[in-house]
């Protein structure tokens, strides 16, 4: 019998929280196949993609050009949906500080850059470096995206690197950490956030349920 169930592929380049991720995935859209691969084959026949990332940007980028992964995810973003997360959204712009400079997949306009080592908030109290936790996610686009998650909502966050806001057209959320900074960014069938929706309870399964549905830019 032909399984017409929607198929997500996560992308599996060895720099993912891929098992997190899938499981989310599943427990949201139980109606969906979820599969973690490396084939160029299974993404091309998935209706929808994940692009996660976890870990220093260098080892990141190394591994998704020796796999082919950038073409790969640039082929994705043109036909179907496709979520970043994480380092999986900063791989997606041109470059990135970390590591003494690493240049990404330049499919998005913008930069990575680095909170710093003496960060502050409005109080001047010091704040640590990595970000992380909870914190606020500003919408600042109405997108099927974020169906059904209050405005503010917290989520999860664990990252020493920031995407810049010097391209506002693609910032669809923002949060404050001594900077204003993307916490979400979008275009066409492209939707990434900085962080972990796996790892987000209630807000964060609701964005991955959205995705589930979400038809792209169709």
Not at 30 to 56: K, L, M, N
Not at 174 to 203: G, I, M, W
Request: one cysteine or more.
């Amino acid at each position: 019998m032909t399984d017409f169930r929607t198929r997500i592929a996560v992308l599996d380049y060895g720099m993912g929280n891929l098992h997190s991720v899938s499981k989310a995935l599943e427990h949201v859209a139980p109606q969906a196949e979820v599969i973690v691969t490396a084939s160029p084959e299974d993404v091309a026949d998935a209706d929808r993609v994940v692009f996660p990332g976890v870990g220093a940007i260098r080892d990141c980028m190394a591994e998704i050009r020796r796999l082919g992964f950038d073409k790969l995810v640039a082929k994705a973003i043109e036909e179907k949906p496709v979520l970043g997360i994480c380092v999986g959204m900063q791989a997606l712009l041109e470059h990135s500080e970390e590591n003494n400079g690493v240049d990404c997949l330049d499919i998005l306009p913008g930069k990575v850059r680095f909170f710093g080592r003496d960060v502050q908030d409005a109080s001047g109290e010091k704040l640590k470096v990595p970000h992380m936790g909870w914190n606020r996610v500003h919408q600042t686009v109405d997108h099927p995206m974020w169906h059904g998650i209050e405005q503010d909502s917290r989520f999860y966050f664990v990252h020493s690197y920031f995407v810049d806001e010097s391209h506002k057209e693609l910032v669809a959320g923002t949060c404050d950490y001594s900077v204003k900074f993307a916490a979400a960014l979008v275009r066409d069938n492209l939707f990434a956030v900085q962080f972990h929706p796996e790892k987000s309870h209630t807000a964060g399964l609701q964005l991955l349920r959205n995705f589930a549905t979400w038809q792209g830019c169709k």
